[in-house]
Structure formats: structure tokens, C-alpha cells
């Protein structure tokens, strides 16, 4: 079986999460494996957050908000973004990469531009492979036997 | 795990020494260690372990050291944190619990990390007597913003490097489980004590040096009751004053600024350390080097124990230490763990009370490499 990447995104409720919505009324495909959570603005989403996305076993996390002057909350964004830079120094340091980590800028017309976003992260993450923390889940199988 | 809720497990005398010296009780007179006490002795014990008041408790050993029958309270609010974590109860830890979620991750045996990135252009080995333990060092870079803390590592190697130590860094270390421990998180701090003893095993060293008070007093005290060490543990002040005294290492002493002392509470009233940087601060500083009023046993806690309390109290009590030590005439205040510098460089930092002009926190490395004399 390939192997199918688990992302996580984090979505700001104005830009990024109707973005997503416009990829989907326009019926493009993208990874189902990409989760979304919607959070009022990107300024919301704390390192901590992040961390522990990779700690429970995520191969990547996306932060999707505005463009840089579109926030809705003046600077949201551009805290994201710092955020983002110190958590990637995190990753690099414990081995993982800072490349399972970033920040995209898609506003709420830009659906196609959400879906070739999230496409394209998905294909990196495919090469660079699962991320090391991820605890093997169990086979239906496996499953089936428990119960 | 057992309570020590009975009077023979507690020697309390109630007289209410502790809350008159401890910190915390200096700016919210509510808390009050004596009063908690007085509970665990009625055998109110499940009171404190759901109240807010044990995860308040700075362990900054104060009461300790007042003390007339040798209670441990601190012992007693570990225990207790303890078993609120075992119950689910466990209190959220500032930042997100951000240092928790780190430290659960490197316990996982699969991590490799790639940490060494500071120390490149200085000497280190990969097998040999020594162990330079860094700590979370190369982390704080990008979590605490107000300082940069890999300087610390690069400095401690410097004087290692000065003194003819090539020491052993290694990947494979892992954070020491402080806060874990300190948190109630025991199960985590298992599995760090566990990879970090085989890690530093497996490169041969017998003695590990550490330039944090913090992993100094873990991995000595905390590791040891684990199990039984293969190694020596040292912080970096006890040897750079021995290597300064037998002449090894030989300091300008011609500093341009006034230096005075913060005592950390596990360098000091935990394991005792208070004459060894005060020697290197003499050699150092010469003349420059002047004491607050409140040192060695004595010393005011950095407002935040094992980041489980970081509040408006936290704020009053850091700006009464800067405040002393700006009293002193000193434009720099040394201490010997990173964390007290994190705590005074975030408030220095952010939002002080009042502005604190001309005054910066160092650790004692740095200043002890700038003046070094090769």
C-alpha cells in the first residue's frame, strides 16, 4: 500500500477555510488525509498547538490564512508567520525538518489555489517519507481482534 | 503512592516559618504552605490535590531552609502533583504546556534530532572521558526569544576547550525531565532518565559536566534515584573555579561594568553550590563584583517554578529581584541556570512594572569566556 501522508491544517475562518469551501463547490480533488481545523484567525494558532500535531504522529501541518494585509484582525497573519519561523527552528533541531511545517496564502476567491496548495505539500511530504513520531496504527484486522 | 498526611510522615510544628519566608505568600498573602499543612496533617490531603494552590508553589526550597523540624513540603506538593496527574487532574502548564509536549517528544526512543548545529568551528569529540550535557540549550533559541541561549553552550565549550577538555556531544541526548518531574509527569521522566544514562553510557564518558542548575541537580540527584549512575555529574562553575584556582584558567579581571549574583534555587539551596560562583565572579570582576542583600539560602526565587506558574505574582516578584540587584550599582546580574535567565529576560523583555534601564541578565559562562585571557 503507498504511503498516504496525515497533514493537519489549520484553516483562519475568512480566507483560508473559504477557500477550501470554493475548492470544494468546484468539485478538485485533494488529499482526504488533510485535516482541517478552522480557527477565527492564524494569530490564534500557538506553538503548542503545532508541537503537539507532530507529537500525536501528523507527517505535516499547514497554516492556511490571508494574504499579508488582507487579516481581518489587522496583523494576525503576520504573527503566524513568525510563529511558524521559531516552530520550524524546533523541527530542524529535533531532526524532523522544517519542512513539514508552513505557512500558505490563499484568500476566499482562491480555490484552485487552495487545492494545488495542498496537493503540492502533500506530494513533498510523500518524499520526505513519515514523520519518525508516528505510532503504527493498528490493521483492521488487528482491530477486529481486539473487540 | 502513599500520602504523608500522618504527624510522624510530617514533622510540622506550625510555626508558620515557611509562609513568613516563602515568596509566593510575600506577594498573595493567601497562600500559605503552613495552612496547606495544617490540612495534609487533618488528613484533608484530596483537598490539596484538587485546589489550584499545589501547582502555585514555586519548589524553590525557601521554606526549606526555614524550616526548624525539617518538613518537606516541597516533597510533599511533588507527591501530590503526582497523583493529580495520575487522576487527570493535572494543571495546565503555561505556554501551552509547550515545554511538556517537547519533552514527551523527545521521549520517544525513534527521534533523531539533529541538535549540534552551535558548536561548529569548536572542539568536540564523539567518544570520551567527558560530557558536555547541553541540555535544551539549542531549543530556547526559538522559543525564548529575549536572549540567545545556544551562546551559554558555545561559551561553556569555550572554557572547557581553555581548561584542555575536548568534551563529548552527542544527537542522542535528550532533554533532562525537569519539568516533567516537577509536573507530576513521572511516567515521561522515566523514559528521559532512561535514553539520556544510555546515550551519555555509550560514549564511554565517566564524567558529565552541565552548565544549567537545573539538568546539574536532575541528573545528579533526580537520575540517581532512578538508578545507579555509571558517571560523575559536575556543573561548569564548581570546575571553572577549580581549574581558576590551580591556574589553568586565567581571567582579565578588568571588567568595565558592576556584576552581582542571583543565586538559583537548585544550584544552591538544593545541592549547596554558593561559593563557586562567587570565586569566579571575584576573578572575573575583581572589585566590580558586589552581593544583593538577599543571597546564597537567602536568595529570592525567579518568580517561576517548573513553567506551572507564570502570573502577575510572577511579575512582582522578578522585578523585586532586578530591582535589588539595579540596587547594587551592578548593570549586570549573573546567574548559573538558563531558566532564571528566561523568566528575568521575558520580563525585561515584555511589559515591565516600571522600565529597567541599564540592566542586562547573563549567565556566568558568558562573562567568565569574554574575560577569559588566552
Known amino acids: ?147 | 503512592m502513599s500520602k504523608p498526611v500522618t504527624s510522624a510522615e510530617l514533622p510540622c510544628i506550625q510555626c508558620n516559618k515557611c509562609t513568613h519566608v516563602c515568596p509566593q505568600n510575600m506577594i498573595d498573602p493567601t497562600f500559605s504552605p503552613r495552612g496547606y499543612l495544617l490540612k495534609a496533617l487533618m488528613g484533608e490531603g484530596e483537598a490539596l490535590e484538587a485546589g489550584p494552590e499545589i501547582w502555585q508553589c514555586l519548589t524553590c526550597l525557601k521554606c526549606r531552609e526555614a524550616c526548624p523540624s525539617s518538613t518537606d513540603w516541597v516533597g510533599l506538593v511533588k507527591s501530590l502533583r503526582q497523583e493529580a496527574k495520575e487522576q487527570d487532574q493535572c494543571f495546565e502548564c503555561k505556554h501551552g504546556r509547550l515545554m511538556q509536549i517537547l519533552q514527551r517528544m523527545m521521549a520517544n526512543p525513534s527521534l533523531k534530532q539533529d541538535r549540534l548545529g552551535w558548536a561548529e568551528g569548536l572542539q568536540y569529540a564523539e567518544q570520551g572521558e567527558w560530557f558536555y550535557f547541553t541540555g535544551c540549550l539549542p531549543y530556547f533559541d526559538n522559543m525564548f526569544t529575549a536572549n540567545s541561549h545556544t551562546s551559554i553552550a558555545q561559551a561553556t565549550l569555550k572554557l572547557l576547550n581553555a581548561g584542555g577538555v575536548v568534551p563529548v556531544l552527542s544527537n542522542d541526548e535528550r532533554c533532562c525531565g525537569y519539568e516533567c518531574l516537577w509536573n507530576g509527569d513521572k511516567e515521561t521522566f522515566s523514559k528521559l532518565a532512561k535514553l539520556n544514562i544510555e546515550a551519555i553510557a555509550a560514549t564511554g564518558a565517566k564524567k558529565v559536566v552541565t552548565s544549567c542548575a537545573e539538568c546539574f541537580r536532575t541528573l545528579k540527584s533526580d537520575y540517581a534515584e532512578e538508578q545507579e549512575l555509571p558517571f560523575e555529574v559536575v556543573h561548569s562553575v564548581t570546575l571553572i573555579a577549580e581549574w581558576a584556582r590551580e591556574g589553568k584558567l586565567r581571567f582579565k579581571g578588568d571588567a568595565e561594568t558592576g556584576v552581582t549574583y542571583h543565586d538559583p534555587c537548585r544550584l544552591g539551596r538544593y545541592e549547596g553550590i554558593y561559593d563557586a560562583p562567587r570565586e569566579i565572579l571575584k576573578a572575573v570582576a575583581g572589585e566590580r563584583f558586589t552581593e544583593m542583600a538577599r543571597i546564597k539560602g537567602d536568595a529570592i526565587c525567579c518568580g517561576v517554578g517548573n513553567f506551572s506558574n507564570c502570573d502577575a505574582n510572577t511579575k512582582f516578584l522578578q522585578h523585586d529581584r532586578l530591582m535589588e540587584a539595579k540596587g547594587t550599582g551592578s548593570e549586570v546580574m549573573v546567574t548559573t541556570c538558563p531558566k532564571c535567565r528566561i523568566h528575568y529576560g521575558c520580563y525585561l523583555d515584555g511589559r515591565p512594572i516600571e522600565p529597567i534601564d541599564n540592566l542586562v541578565v547573563k549567565d556566568i559562562t558568558e562573562i567568565a569566556a569574554e574575560a577569559l585571557e588566552l
Open chain 1, 1 to 147: 500500500m503507498s504511503y498516504e501522508p496525515d497533514i493537519l491544517g489549520f484553516a483562519c475562518n475568512w480566507c483560508g477555510y473559504a477557500g477550501a469551501d470554493g475548492a470544494g463547490q468546484a468539485k478538485l480533488q485533494y488529499p482526504t488525509n488533510f485535516r482541517i481545523i478552522r480557527v477565527m484567525c492564524l494569530g490564534r494558532v500557538d506553538p503548542s498547538f503545532i508541537l503537539r500535531a507532530f507529537e500525536d504522529g501528523y507527517d505535516g501541518v499547514a497554516l492556511i490564512g490571508c494574504h499579508i494585509g488582507d487579516c481581518h484582525y489587522v496583523s494576525g497573519n503576520i504573527n503566524a508567520q513568525d510563529v511558524v519561523k521559531h516552530v520550524q527552528g524546533i523541527l530542524d533541531t529535533m531532526g524532523l525538518g522544517r519542512a513539514r511545517l508552513r505557512i500558505e496564502e490563499v484568500s476566499s476567491a482562491e480555490g484552485p489555489v487552495f487545492a494545488r496548495v495542498v496537493n503540492a505539500f502533500k506530494d513533498e511530504l510523500v518524499a520526505m517519507g513519515p514523520n519518525p513520531l508516528k505510532v503504527a496504527k493498528p490493521t483492521f484486522a488487528q482491530e477486529e481482534a481486539q473487540l
